[in-house]
């Protein structure tokens, strides 16, 4: 069950898959190069293998537990935790003003990825952190920005976001937690909320809680939520401890995977909370927060998956079943076509929603911190854009790699003790929370694509031109293969999105979710192939293996949008033909 980070990969998809000069060319970034990026991510693998790694089984055999009102973290989570807290990584991609290092976010990408593989679980609780104190930030006020951010930032203390309740998951509007006006800029806090990852834990002094709630004149629906800060423990103005709020876990959920992850249901009785951003508006400000978590729900796939292939392979080099073809008696199962088949597809898949992870990110510092209004602007769409892929592509990616891995082990995949089980279990999560993956497919076609006529995707099939064009220049390697599925699959998109912009409700949302894969599949391998014609023209020496790697790609994955293609065109009828009434049986 060891783990060695994919620091090779994801430094050679940095390089070259995402266009890093440009992120560090801005000024914001004008302390980082390739040198201490390249540091930093030796540092953060040794880390993830050392530190998180040997925590993971632990907590999948050993699952937090309630004790009267508290929660008590898995064995040896609190310890890997504070290393995690010492070393500075939650703050890695902080801007410097709230006390961050200020480094792109694409480089978070990087490291996060190798701490998820190492213990998702564990690595729950960071991500929800940074990207409540991200909201904390752009919406609060000075005061409570001034109390809070300087120790989650550093992740002395820890946050949490309150939204789902038993009758509002994924459409919030039925929310019915309630805040009344104590008529001293504070409000009390009494509802029941559910699903809370890390709402309580023993691992930090403090927990931070970010919680929807809906005040007595509110308008009904989304529109009338509201977003409070809750501590776990109040903060005097000098920045110490003192008495617990009222709210506590009255219930962890009995989970599939992640049970290192305590997943709490929180019982608020008058708690004491304070407004962040407007009355009435906390969906809004709750989503600086869950866009930069679905960012990152995607790169928990990308690991997860990463984790399972790397039990896949060590296991087929240890497995002696059969005799494989022009293989000497006793050669262990990676010998076989279609094992090196299976590890292969895992291989590649994994790199190509990587690549879209990187890009979504690189596309979100640029629309921070780019000087040019324009490439501010355009880069946001980008950003808009990708999220909903890399959240969805990235998740279904660990999925189905995590399976393989299952299948690869044969019979020793279902029993526990190799660990290939919990990969699966855990990774079946992250195509749930944080928006499911249908939701980001309507996201895509209804928001992303359909709202501005289509001119952030035109943009990026005009970038996918761009790519087959600069492919065609590199003479050193055979890109024959690659370029002529590119050049197919920017066909399909192009054809797939005008179909899309000109279908009507129906087709459009019954056509979301291939829609989503169809364009993942080619700007995947895009991105690849982008990497593999700038690590050529660099002179990178993994090149050459990459380059094999992408041609598997070009043969497997980007020719699914076809399939898809097929889809979209049937429209709603090919959903709804079947009578609903005979769904259950003919």
Same mark, same amino acid.
């Given at each position: ?25 801005v ?9 201490l ?34 929660v ?34 694409v ?12 213990n ?43 939204l ?27 509802g ?18 970010? /919680?929807?709630? %809906?005040?007595?004149? @509110?308008? +009904? =629906?989304?529109?009338? *939520?509201?977003?409070?800060l809750c501590?776990?423990?109040f ?16 219930g962890l ?11 709490c ?19 809004s ?6 866009n ?18 790397q039990?896949?392979?060590g296991?087929?080099?240890?497995? /002696?079943?059969? %005799?494989?073809i022009? @293989?000497? +008696? =006793?050669?262990?199962? *990676? ?63 660990g999925?189905?790699v995590?399976s393989i ?5 044969g019979?020793?995949?279902?029993v ?11 990774s ?22 359909r ?11 005009s970038d ?25 699959g ?7 999105t005008d ?10 949302l ?6 989503l ?25 993994h ?24 889809f979209?065109?049937s429209?709603a ?6 009578p ?7």
């Amino acid at each position: 069950m060891t783990f060695t980070a994919p620091k090779n990969t994801i430094e050679f998809l940095l390089n070259h898959s995402v266009d890093l000069d440009d992120v560090l060319a801005v000024p914001a970034f004008a302390d980082t190069n390739k040198d201490l990026i390249s540091d930093i991510l030796a540092g953060a693998a040794d880390f993830a293998e050392n530190v998180w790694a040997p925590t993971n089984w632990e907590g999948d055999q050993n699952p937090a537990t309630l004790v009267g009102e508290d929660v008590k973290s898995s064995p040896g989570f609190k310890e890997a935790y504070n290393e995690f807290v010492e070393a500075s990584w939650l703050s890695l991609a902080t801007a410097p003003e709230i006390g961050g290092m200020g480094l792109p976010q694409v480089v978070k990408v990087g490291t996060d990825e190798m701490f998820y593989a190492a213990n998702m679980a564990l690595g729950l609780c960071p991500m929800l952190t940074s990207s409540a104190a991200k909201a904390i930030h752009a919406h609060a006020s000075a005061p409570l920005k001034e109390k809070y951010l300087p120790k989650m930032v550093n992740g002395e203390w820890t946050g949490a976001m309150c939204l789902t309740e038993p009758q509002a998951g994924s459409d919030l509007g039925p929310v019915r937690t309630k805040a009344i006006d104590n008529g001293d800029g504070t409000y009390a806090i009494s509802g029941q909320k559910i699903y809370i990852t890390w709402g309580d834990h023993d691992v930090a002094d403090n927990i931070i809680h970010l /919680v929807l709630a %809906r005040l007595p004149d @509110a308008p +009904a =629906g989304s529109k009338g *939520i509201s977003l409070f800060l809750c501590p776990k423990v109040f903060v005097d103005d000098q920045g110490n401890l003192g008495e617990r709020n009222s709210f506590k876990p009255i219930g962890l959920e009995h989970k599939l995977g992640i049970h290192g992850s305590p997943t709490c249901v929180m019982e608020f009785d008058n708690a004491i909370g304070w407004l962040v951003g407007e009355p009435n508006r906390g969906l809004s400000c709750m989503f600086t927060m869950m866009n930069e978590a679905r960012l990152f729900v995607g790169v928990q796939g990308v690991a997860i998956g990463e984790r399972a292939y790397q039990a896949a392979l060590g296991y087929a080099h240890e497995r /002696v079943q059969g %005799r494989a073809i022009n @293989a000497e +008696a =006793g050669a262990p199962i *990676i010998a076989h076509p279609d094992v090196r088949r299976n590890l292969i597809d895992m291989k590649a898949r994994l790199a190509g929603a990587r690549a879209i992870c990187m890009a979504t990110a690189a596309a979100g510092d640029l629309a921070v911190h780019a000087e040019d209004e324009d490439i501010r602007k355009a880069s946001h769409i980008r950003e808009a854009l990708l999220t909903p892929l890399a959240k969805s592509y990235g998740s279904d990616t660990g999925v189905d790699v995590s399976s393989i891995g299952v299948q690869i082990h044969g019979g020793m995949g279902y029993v526990e003790e190799t660990g290939a089980a919990q990969h699966y279990r855990d990774s079946r999560i992250a195509p749930i929370y944080e928006g499911t993956n249908g939701i980001q497919a309507m996201d895509l076609v209804g928001r992303k694509l359909r709202r501005d006529g289509g001119e952030g995707m035109h943009a990026l099939v005009s970038d996918l031109d761009n790519i087959l064009e600069l492919a065609g220049t590199v003479k050193a390697l055979d890109m024959s293969v690659c370029l002529k599925a590119l050049k197919t699959g920017i066909t399909t998109v192009k054809t797939a999105t005008d179909m899309m912009l000109n279908a009507d409700e129906d087709d459009a949302l019954s056509g979301a979710t291939p829609y989503l894969n169809l364009v993942a599949d080619v700007i995947s391998g895009a991105f690849l192939i982008k990497a593999v014609a700038n690590g050529a023209i660099a002179g990178d020496p993994h090149t050459e293996n990459m380059a094999s790697l992408v041609r598997y790609h070009a043969l497997s994955v980007m020719p699914r949008a076809d399939a898809h293609l097929e889809f979209l065109r049937s429209g709603a009828k090919a959903v709804f033909d079947f009578p609903m009434d005979q769904l259950a049986d003919l």
